[in-house]
């Protein structure tokens, strides 16, 4: 469509520092495994792949040291671990670096991006990084489809299907200028602004930006003046099929969960994971649940 920008969630990055004890908190949070484990440029990942985006979960390589690897040392020393960034899928990423350059946001000419599995395979796609700076502070990654077009697979639930996450429902970004996401998010990279909403009650402004089937959501705080400040991670949502299912099985692996109870959206119903694993607390949510206890 003339003037599209963004596609879809390509992947949601983190940084950490220990790559194993965070691979290995993914895969019990997530119940599924990594379908891909490498590296390249000096430093190494793990990506979980869903139906609707992926996790990559990012380290430094202490022991093949390179730019990539000190790019994420950096943010890590300055921000800790969490979210890295936002890679979103664009189809023709010539013409979009194009189009958002002629929308104010200085973005780098496409370029290939290599990883190499543990087994020796190579992966390659093309990816610009726009300025953070112009983004409100979160890293933004536009990314196009695979080179060989073929999607990747899937990561394999470890134990019943049923217990395991299905997707990404949402990203949440918190704002201290909501005005400027619309800005940013909607007016130059084109996302779908499906709601806008304040509500005195809990204090917050809520914009809800479709992309793909999941969605981007910026929190606002109703209290406090607009400001300048960066952008900052509030956290993932995480869609799942079967709530109780998931839910035993997190509490059974000694997760600090939440009691399952009705969301505030109607029709859903959820519990929070607390901690224990990077960019947490994580929201697991089930969007029809009728009949659940009202959360509180």
Excluded at 96 to 106: D, E, I, P, S, Y
Excluded at 235 to 240: K, N, P
Excluded at 264 to 289: C, D, H, N, S, Y
């Amino acid at each position: 469509m003339p003037g599209e920008v963004v596609t879809g969630l390509d992947h949601v990055a983190l940084a950490v520092r220990d790559l194993e004890s965070a691979v290995d908190a993914y895969r019990r949070l997530l119940g599924r495994a990594p379908e891909w484990v490498g590296g390249d440029g000096g430093a190494r990942h793990a990506w979980f792949q869903l139906p609707n985006m992926a996790l990559d979960v990012i380290a430094p390589d202490d022991a093949n040291p390179g730019a990539f690897g000190e790019v994420i040392r950096a943010h890590l020393d300055a921000h800790g671990e969490g979210l890295w960034a936002l890679a979103f899928r664009v189809e023709d990423i010539e013409a979009a670096v194009k189009l958002v350059r002629r929308r104010g946001l200085r973005a780098s000419d496409p370029g290939p991006v290599r990883t190499t599995h543990l087994d020796g395979r190579k992966r390659y796609w093309t990816t610009s990084t726009l300025q953070a700076e112009d983004t409100g502070g979160i890293n933004i990654l536009l990314v196009a489809p695979p080179r060989d077009g073929q999607p990747f697979p899937l990561s394999p639930a470890e134990g019943d299907e049923a217990a395991a996450v299905t997707e990404l429902d949402h990203v949440v970004v918190r704002t201290p200028d909501p005005e400027r996401a619309i800005a940013v998010y909607g007016a130059k990279l084109s996302l779908d602004l499906r709601l806008d909403r304040s509500n005195a009650d809990w204090g917050v402004r809520q914009l809800f930006f479709r992309c793909g089937s999941a969605v981007v959501e910026f929190a606002a705080g109703l209290k406090t003046p607009r400001g300048d400040g960066p952008d900052t991670s509030g956290g993932l949502a995480w869609r799942i099929d079967d709530p109780a299912a998931v839910h035993a099985r997190l509490a059974a692996g000694g997760w600090n969960v939440s009691d399952l109870k009705r969301g505030r959206k109607p029709g859903t119903q959820v519990f929070t994971v607390r901690e224990g694993a990077p960019a947490l607390p994580a929201l697991m949510i089930q969007q029809t649940a009728p009949g659940a206890p009202q959360e509180d």
